[in-house]
């Protein structure tokens, strides 16, 4: 029989688990050393931007500045007919000669110039305006007044196979436009020509190049044209040098 006064033993205390201590995810750690990374390379990449952008600007301070390309003319002639209102320069060692006294009209070539009796002469480089003689009137007249005109009859000239036209360009601030190619049935079958036609008051400027050897003087020549106001009582002042046979 149970003993009523017995002391009553406390219930026992049931142990509770303890939480176990909370770690990082891995995902996340390899996360954050991806983005330390990444910061790291954009802090090395914009150091190594500014150092270069520094050693440019140091660069570009220290060295000398660009010199202006030395003009191939300089040291060139000129030839001015002022009655025409007409100037351009030529190489110092090149000569040239009047085709006739009463007209604008110059040979040019690289050597002293021996004008024959004959009517028809080619030299490298021909300057003059496109007159023509009316044998009936012995007055001289202009073949045409505008580029238009000039290019159809420069083009009748070559070889249609090798006609080339260049239009919309400008000489001396005037307009102008190309015809080359080569010269079609006759005694210069076959040769190039190249036509530089600059409009003038009713008529046209022609500059001829005769060959391709002189392509890049022909060029210059024409980089180097002036037109300036006529004066008609002028004369041309320059070096003719040809000897003229009799």
């Given at each position: 029989?149970?003993?009523?006064?017995?002391p009553i033993?406390?219930?026992?205390?049931?142990p509770?688990?303890?939480p176990?201590?909370?770690?990082?995810?891995?995902?996340?750690?390899?996360?954050l050393?991806?983005?330390?990374?990444?910061l790291?390379?954009?802090?090395?990449?914009?150091?190594?931007?500014?150092y270069?952008l520094?050693?440019?600007?140091?660069?570009?301070?220290?060295?000398?500045?660009?010199?202006?390309?030395?003009?191939?003319?300089?040291?060139?002639?000129?030839?001015?007919?002022n009655?025409?209102?007409?100037?351009?320069?030529?190489?110092d060692?090149?000569?040239?000669?009047?085709?006739?006294?009463?007209?604008?009209?110059?040979?040019l070539?690289d050597k002293p110039?021996?004008?024959?009796?004959?009517?028809?002469?080619?030299t490298?480089?021909?300057?003059?305006f496109?007159?023509?003689?009316?044998?009936?009137?012995?007055?001289?007249?202009?073949?045409?007044?505008?580029?238009?005109?000039?290019?159809?009859?420069?083009k009748?000239i070559?070889?249609?196979?090798?006609?080339?036209?260049?239009?919309?360009?400008l000489?001396?601030?005037?307009?102008?436009a190309?015809?080359?190619g080569?010269?079609?049935?006759?005694?210069?079958?076959?040769?190039?020509?190249?036509?530089t036609?600059?409009?003038?008051?009713?008529?046209l400027?022609?500059?001829?190049l005769?060959?391709?050897k002189?392509q890049n003087i022909?060029?210059?020549?024409?980089?180097?044209?002036?037109f300036?106001?006529?004066?008609?009582s002028?004369t041309?002042?320059g070096?003719?040098?040809?000897?003229l046979?009799?």
């Open positions: 029989m149970e003993n009523p006064n017995a033993a406390p219930p026992s205390e049931t509770q688990p303890q176990e201590p909370k770690t990082a995810k891995p995902s996340l750690l390899i996360g050393g991806v983005l330390a990374l990444i790291l390379a954009s802090t090395g990449y914009l150091a190594f931007q500014n270069q520094k050693k440019e600007i140091s660069q570009l301070q220290s060295s000398p500045s660009p010199t202006s390309t030395p003009d191939p003319t300089a040291s060139w002639k000129t030839y001015k007919d009655k025409q209102g007409v100037e351009f320069k030529y190489p060692n090149w000569y040239t000669a009047l085709c006739e006294p009463d007209t604008f009209c110059v040979f070539d110039i021996k004008i024959p009796e004959a009517s028809e002469f080619i490298p480089i021909h300057v003059g496109n007159e023509a003689t009316n044998t009936v009137t012995n007055k001289k007249y202009f073949e045409e007044k505008t580029l238009e005109e000039g290019i159809e009859r420069y009748a070559f070889d249609s196979k090798t006609v080339k036209v260049v239009e919309d360009l000489v001396g601030g005037k307009e102008a190309q015809v080359s080569n010269s079609g049935p006759g005694m210069l079958e076959g040769e190039y020509f190249e036509y036609l600059i409009q003038m008051d009713n008529k400027l022609v500059i001829q005769f060959g391709e002189y022909y060029n210059q020549i024409l980089s180097t044209f002036k300036v106001e006529a004066t008609p002028a041309p002042t070096s003719p040098s040809a000897t046979t009799p």
